[in-house]
């Protein structure tokens, strides 16, 4: 019942927020009678504030449609190149004829869209060939598509890199670092000759035994019936999803709000006082974020499920018992593909020694295809996004695919 109430309230405060974000700009501008007073001008910006304060479901656009390619700015097309019901691979083709690295960066299945990712990919687009998984909403894909679980996942990650062939690189952000490392390790077990150059984790739940978060103290302080009770909705029948069952992206999306509801306050009120100084820029800013923060997607219930018991209650892959079709995954047999992990200092989701735990596993790489980077200063999503991404983070991952390509 908890995906139909959260449908009624969407449907009766849509148009309430559209009428807000109408009436903001009405107030904004200087007409008869109204003026553009103080009194005009806060009431304006609390319509603009109430107006960005909801979530969607649909996936935002990239919108990249640039890029600065040594001293020249270069086209960039955003083109599907292989396509699953759940999933479609997409490329940012530049107009331009070079030979770069292939970089495939698998966003996460976690409640937002890969668009979260679009700084990640602007950093990389200006020196490689990049390529990003585009997770689906469940509640978009029809139940007659069948399952997608765990398998599924490491299922499509393996036919990309064998779409890609294998000069391919890849960068997995957060939650794919584990099923990113058990496909490739999949692909050394049976001598897949597309199996990547080099593998980047970044803050991803490889051993979340390593300084427990909230986020795994939550998974670890409930049995998995409890999640499947209790986080486990039905697709209303109005969506092409219908009867899909899902944990729903606005419940992943209040778990995350709630963790730092004081900073998301703080958030919406800058972006109210910005409005009211006349601050556009700064405004916007907030906005941007907000936009795609709260742009959620569902995820298929039984891919939340085997996440929550196999990563955050079980430890499979670090304890040596994650399974792929009943194989039993082994990243010991990695030896050709380089692995660099990427942590940051102030992460609060994916805490400092969950990733690193990686290097620990794969005992069959020789010291010199290991690499690992603590960003300091960083959260979770300083890691792959802003001033320390593109400025610190991001040399060093350029640097270990160059020396691996």
Request: with cysteine.
């Amino acid at each position: 019942m908890i995906y139909q109430l959260y449908q009624h309230q969407s449907d009766i405060l849509d148009p309430l927020r559209w009428m807000a974000r109408s009436s903001s700009a009405v107030f904004g501008h200087p007409w008869p009678g109204i003026g553009t007073g103080a009194v005009a001008r806060r009431l304006s910006a609390a319509l603009e504030v109430l107006s960005c304060m909801g979530t969607t479901h649909d996936r935002p656009d990239f919108g990249i449609r640039s890029v600065t390619v040594g001293h020249r700015e270069v086209g960039v097309t955003e083109e599907v190149v292989r396509r699953t019901p759940f999933c479609s691979l997409v490329r940012f083709r530049k107009d331009i004829q070079v030979q770069e690295p292939r970089v495939l960066v698998v966003a996460p299945m976690s409640g937002h869209f890969a668009t979260l990712l679009r700084g990640t990919c602007q950093t990389m687009l200006a020196e490689h060939d990049v390529y990003i998984t585009d997770w689906h909403n469940a509640r978009d894909v029809p139940l007659s598509e069948g399952r997608f679980d765990f398998d599924s996942y490491v299922d499509h990650l393996i036919g990309f890199f064998q779409f890609l062939g294998r000069d391919c690189h890849v960068v997995a952000v957060c939650q794919p670092s584990v099923a990113v490392l058990a496909a490739v390790a999949v692909m050394a077990q049976s001598d897949n000759q597309s199996q990547p150059r080099s593998m980047t984790l970044m803050a991803g739940p490889i051993d979340t035994r390593v300084s427990p978060t909230k986020v795994n103290e939550l998974a670890m302080s409930k049995p998995i019936e409890w999640f499947e009770e209790k986080m486990i909705s039905t697709v209303p029948l109005r969506h092409a999803g219908a009867l899909r069952r899902v944990y729903p992206g606005f419940v992943q999306l209040a778990a995350f709000m709630q963790m730092n509801l004081e900073r998301h306050v703080k958030a919406y009120r800058d972006m109210y006082e910005h409005l009211v100084a006349g601050e556009e820029e700064k405004a916007r800013a907030i906005r941007t974020f907000y936009d795609e923060y709260l742009a959620v997607m569902d995820l298929p219930a039984e891919f939340f499920l085997q996440t929550v018991r196999l990563i955050f209650q079980e430890h499979a892959l670090p304890l040596g018992t994650l399974e792929w079709h009943g194989q039993r995954v082994e990243p010991a047999a990695i030896r050709r593909t380089a692995l660099f992990t990427v942590e940051g200092e102030n992460d609060d989701i994916c805490s400092v020694g969950q990733t690193l735990a990686a290097q620990d596993l794969c005992t069959g790489l020789r010291p010199h295809l290991k690499h690992h980077h603590l960003q300091a200063g960083a959260g979770h999503y300083g890691v792959f996004n802003g001033r320390r991404w593109s400025g610190q983070v991001y040399p060093m991952l350029r640097m270990i695919i160059q020396a691996n390509d």
